[in-house]
């Protein structure tokens, strides 16, 4: 059993359409990341969170500790969104582990 | 300020070589991690190294190793490559701390083992 599990792992969207990513951990955390990667390897950090909730611009990412569940939301997502989207977390060793990703496509 | 830069960017190699991969941190970052990517095993933590030592390292065997230079650059080294060592592996600097603050990510190297 992997310790990070994403869903859904693929999600096509029409351009507009508000889009969650799920990612629940069974380890006790000390951090969670949500990262982009686009084709081609490059990975952005997008947001490193303990608790509550964190915006960026369309991006918005909340962390429920008690119930070891994140969420990574897209507001009017747009093409250029598309990416594969990974969930991370450090355990209290500073462990890193990874979620196998969710492969987003948002259609003009 | 200049990003996270990793070379060299692509590498082809045979079963049983070394291969040396090179990560320069943003400047005044001292914390660098290197990660492995491959297709069926996604993204897994190599190592991490602050201050010149390994803070933290991750489940793979004694053929990864790695090093960090005073300058904060790091090296990291495979030994006896395998062809299942093939993988996009990727280096990632922070002020501090890898598992607590915002990383930044190089490009990576993808390397092919033959």
């Known amino acids: 059993k992997n310790e990070v599990e994403q869903s859904p792992q693929n999600l096509t969207a029409q351009e507009g359409e508000f889009i969650t990513i799920n990612c629940s951990y069974s380890v006790g955390i000390s951090a969670l990341h949500w990262l982009q990667q686009h084709p081609g390897g490059g990975i952005v950090s997008l947001f490193m969170l303990s608790s509550g909730k964190k915006k960026h611009g369309r991006l918005i990412a909340t962390i429920n500790i008690q119930e070891k569940h994140s969420s990574l939301h897209i507001t009017a997502s747009h093409p250029r969104d598309s990416a594969v989207y990974i969930c991370?977390?450090?355990?209290?060793?500073?462990?890193?582990?990874f979620g196998t990703g969710t492969s987003l496509t948002v259609i003009p | 300020k200049a990003g996270v830069t990793q070379t060299p960017r692509y590498l082809i190699k045979t079963r049983g070589q070394q291969v040396t991969l090179s990560c320069s941190p943003i400047s005044g970052h001292r914390s660098v991690s290197w990660y492995q990517q491959t297709p069926g095993q996604g993204l897994q933590f190599l190592f991490e190294y602050f201050s010149e030592t390994q803070r933290n390292k991750g489940n793979f065997p004694g053929r990864f190793s790695g090093r960090q230079f005073s300058n904060s650059r790091s090296e990291m080294n495979v030994s006896t490559l395998e062809l299942g060592d093939s993988a996009l592996y990727l280096c990632?600097?922070?002020?501090?701390?890898?598992?607590?603050?915002?990383?930044?990510f190089g490009p990576g190297t993808r390397l092919l083992v033959l």
């Open positions: 990632a600097s922070s002020l501090r701390d890898a598992g607590q603050e915002t990383q930044y």
């Open positions: 991370a977390v450090t355990n209290t060793g500073n462990q890193f582990y």
